[in-house]
């Protein structure tokens, strides 16, 4: 037995020194290998033979040697675990190559209460033929895993009889000796001193709170203000969004000159616009000079601004005196370059305007194209439809004599299935009800344990809470006007100790008045300084805004007259022109033989009527809007005028 301890040993030594996630299975072999050379070479045969099976299953003898763990060795050393694996490599996978004789020559080698728990847990046929056979099949297939169960269940008489002979070497032996009972004695304590009466604190006097400004309770004025200007501003943009809504949806549907808009197109098209809600009587305002509330810093970047331009204006007035030149004919030509460039501008944008028309033009000429190319390919589709449509109704009835054929071979076949549905449906109700009672037995067997251990537990709480009841003097007398005499520099007592605490709270309140009364000073000099900067801000805006005032009047006078006509212009005018009459001539072709065409559908002819009377009725609007924009427009001129 010694001789296979020792090989045991060997084993579960070199497992423990295994780690799967940083070691690799061949080289942990390799150098266990070169390790084990000091042993016989048949001692060393057979650890390194159990050591690889080890390694190789050991997903398999983690889920049994776990699972033990959980259920029946709670009480055992996490010590033993590599121990138990080993027991569960060998009955396994070598039961049948070592032999029974020599597998209990094995077993009884290691402590027998161990032993005992373990094999009748591994060997019990519950547990072989229900979870242990379903993890395994997790890991390996089913047939591998057959292979190894059934030599397990066979082996089961024999086992259980060295399983019975393991628990009578148990019980025979000696129980181990009590140790001596360690026997507490009380502490000698000294006995406390009454407790002095302390001292009251004084009621601390605390300030009066300044109250609140009343300014605090009203509300600004500034969301007035800008609440106004966003309604401006919105009522501005729905304007602007109406237009260009009006502009594209003229762009976008095409019709005949000289149309008048009907009662049904103002509704559809009142459909597209954008819903303004106007509410009567109504007062917009426009705000001029809003309130605006500057910080220190924008107030002091200001101030340094308008110096340095006063800086700069006072320079330039010094180089004036001692002779400098004067810029007055540099700007006089640079104002007529300007002017010709702005002429030039203009002619540019006519340009650009014309060229927009011109191009709009030649849509429409593609679209006349576009749309009789658009009836002969319509023609020729319905011709193609209809020959499609007899082929689709051909192949459809095919199809449904495929399908009924079909059908009938189904519910020929579903009768055979109900047979076999029913045969399966039997077994699988007896199985349910064999796992049943199992199940129901193991839950009784848990419900009494856990009713025994719940009884303990309560006899241990009712203990304890009996030991807790006992009384117990508890408490200390302290005298807050006695030295504790420790012997250390600098000893007080709690009364002497909080004096001074209490003057040093006075000295630190006297400082902090003081650099109170620094910073309120310090705040009305800067206060001061501020109010000397915008004094001198508004007096520069009050020059800049009469300066700007000068140049706007100047500018003003010397406005341009209309753009001139270039040779770039008329060549556009004459090319729109041509294309306008080209697209008038195709539209009377166009419309010459419709006049003869048989008389439309009613559906088509209403269709054609509803879009003449939405082009009329959105080209009214949209002049109504122009007449009413120049008059804002010239509105707007006056009052800034």
């Known amino acids: 037995?010694?001789?296979?301890?020792?090989?045991?040993?060997?084993?579960?030594?070199?497992?423990?020194?295994?780690?799967?996630?940083?070691?690799?299975?061949?080289?942990?072999?390799?150098?266990?290998?070169?390790?084990?050379?000091?042993?016989?070479?048949?001692?060393?045969?057979?650890?390194?033979?159990?050591?690889?099976?080890?390694?190789?299953?050991?997903?398999?003898?983690?889920?049994?040697?776990?699972?033990?763990?959980?259920?029946?060795?709670?009480?055992?050393?996490?010590?033993?675990?590599?121990?138990?694996?080993?027991?569960?490599?060998?009955?396994?996978?070598?039961?049948?190559?070592?032999?029974?004789?020599?597998?209990?020559?094995?077993?009884?080698?290691?402590?027998?209460?161990?032993?005992?728990?373990?094999?009748?847990?591994?060997?019990?046929?519950?547990?072989?033929?229900?979870?242990?056979?379903?993890?395994?099949?997790?890991?390996?297939?089913?047939?591998?895993?057959?292979?190894?169960?059934?030599?397990?269940?066979?082996?089961?008489?024999?086992?259980?009889?060295?399983?019975?002979?393991?628990?009578?070497?148990?019980?025979?032996?000696?129980?181990?000796?009590?140790?001596?009972?360690?026997?507490?004695?009380?502490?000698?304590?000294?006995?406390?001193?009454?407790?002095?009466?302390?001292?009251?604190?004084?009621?601390?006097?605390?300030?009066?709170?300044?109250?609140?400004?009343?300014?605090?309770?009203?509300?600004?004025?500034?969301?007035?203000?800008?609440?106004?200007?966003?309604?401006?501003?919105?009522?501005?943009?729905?304007?602007?969004?109406?237009?260009?809504?009006?502009?594209?949806?003229?762009?976008?549907?095409?019709?005949?000159?000289?149309?008048?808009?009907?009662?049904?197109?103002?509704?559809?098209?009142?459909?597209?616009?954008?819903?303004?809600?106007?509410?009567?009587?109504?007062?917009?305002?426009?705000?001029?000079?809003?309130?605006?509330?500057?910080?220190?810093?924008?107030?002091?970047?200001?101030?340094?601004?308008?110096?340095?331009?006063?800086?700069?204006?006072?320079?330039?007035?010094?180089?004036?005196?001692?002779?400098?030149?004067?810029?007055?004919?540099?700007?006089?030509?640079?104002?007529?370059?300007?002017?010709?460039?702005?002429?030039?501008?203009?002619?540019?944008?006519?340009?650009?305007?014309?060229?927009?028309?011109?191009?709009?033009?030649?849509?429409?000429?593609a679209r006349q194209q576009l749309l009789r190319e658009n009836r002969h390919r319509a023609t020729r589709k319905r011709e193609e439809m209809a020959e499609l449509m007899q082929q689709c109704a051909e192949r459809r009835l095919q199809e449904e004599k495929a399908q009924k054929e079909l059908v009938e071979q189904v519910a020929e076949g579903q009768k055979n299935i109900k047979v076999a549905q029913m045969k399966l449906l039997k077994g699988r109700r007896q199985t349910v009800q064999e796992v049943a009672e199992e199940s129901r037995a193991r839950l009784q067997r848990s419900a009494a344990e856990a009713k025994e251990e719940q009884r303990r537990r309560c006899e241990l709480i009712s203990q304890l809470r009996a030991l807790e009841s006992q009384p117990k003097c508890q408490g200390k007398l302290v005298d807050l006007t006695q030295i504790p005499g420790h012997g250390l520099e600098g000893e007080m007592s709690i009364v002497e100790l909080r004096e001074r605490l209490a003057l040093l709270k006075e000295a630190q309140q006297r400082e902090e008045e003081e650099r109170r009364d620094q910073i309120i000073r310090g705040k009305r000099a800067k206060s001061r300084e501020l109010q000397n900067v915008l004094e001198q801000i508004s007096l520069c805006r009050t020059a800049m805004g009469r300066s700007a005032a000068l140049r706007w009047e100047e500018k003003k006078a010397a406005a341009p007259g209309a753009p001139s006509q270039d040779e770039r212009v008329q060549e556009l005018q004459r090319r729109i022109e041509e294309r306008v009459a080209e697209r008038r001539r195709q539209e009377a072709e166009l419309s010459v033989p419709a006049l003869r065409a048989p008389r439309p559908k009613p559906r088509a002819q209403l269709k054609a009527q509803h879009w003449l009377e939405l082009e009329q009725s959105r080209e009214r609007r949209l002049r109504a809007m122009q007449r009413s924009g120049s008059a804002c427009g010239s509105a707007r001129r006056l009052q800034a005028a």
């Open 1 to 365: 037995m010694a001789y296979y301890r020792k090989c045991l040993e060997a084993v579960t030594e070199q497992l423990g020194r295994f780690k799967p996630e940083k070691d690799s299975p061949g080289q942990f072999l390799e150098a266990a290998r070169t390790s084990l050379q000091t042993l016989s070479p048949q001692k060393q045969a057979f650890v390194w033979e159990v050591l690889s099976g080890c390694i190789e299953y050991r997903k398999l003898l983690t889920v049994v040697v776990d699972a033990f763990y959980m259920r029946e060795g709670r009480l055992c050393l996490r010590a033993d675990y590599n121990l138990f694996q080993v027991i569960c490599y060998l009955a396994t996978f070598q039961l049948e190559e070592l032999g029974f004789r020599l597998f209990c020559s094995i077993v009884r080698s290691q402590p027998a209460d161990k032993m005992r728990k373990f094999l009748g847990f591994f060997f019990n046929p519950l547990n072989l033929c229900s979870w242990i056979k379903d993890e395994w099949s997790l890991i390996y297939e089913t047939a591998h895993v057959k292979d190894w169960t059934d030599p397990l269940l066979r082996w089961q008489p024999e086992v259980q009889e060295l399983i019975s002979q393991l628990e009578g070497q148990s019980t025979s032996q000696p129980p181990l000796s009590k140790a001596k009972v360690t026997e507490p004695k009380s502490f000698n304590l000294t006995v406390p001193r009454p407790r002095a009466i302390p001292v009251p604190e004084p009621v601390p006097v605390v300030a009066k709170a300044t109250p609140a400004p009343q300014s605090t309770y009203q509300p600004p004025k500034e969301p007035k203000v800008l609440e106004m200007t966003k309604r401006y501003n919105r009522r501005r943009a729905e304007e602007l969004l109406l237009r260009a809504n009006l502009e594209e949806m003229r762009c976008a549907v095409p019709r005949a000159r000289g149309e008048a808009p009907t009662q049904g197109s103002r509704k559809l098209q009142l459909r597209f616009l954008p819903r303004i809600h106007k509410t009567p009587k109504l007062t917009f305002y426009r705000p001029n000079k809003v309130p605006v509330k500057l910080n220190t810093a924008t107030v002091l970047r200001e101030g340094a601004l308008y110096q340095r331009q006063v800086e700069k204006e006072l320079q330039r007035v010094d180089k004036l005196v001692d002779g400098a030149g004067d810029f007055t004919e540099f700007l006089e030509w640079q104002k007529r370059m300007r002017a010709k460039d702005q002429e030039e501008q203009r002619a540019a944008d006519v340009c650009r305007r014309l060229r927009g028309k011109l191009s709009h033009e030649e849509a429409a000429l």
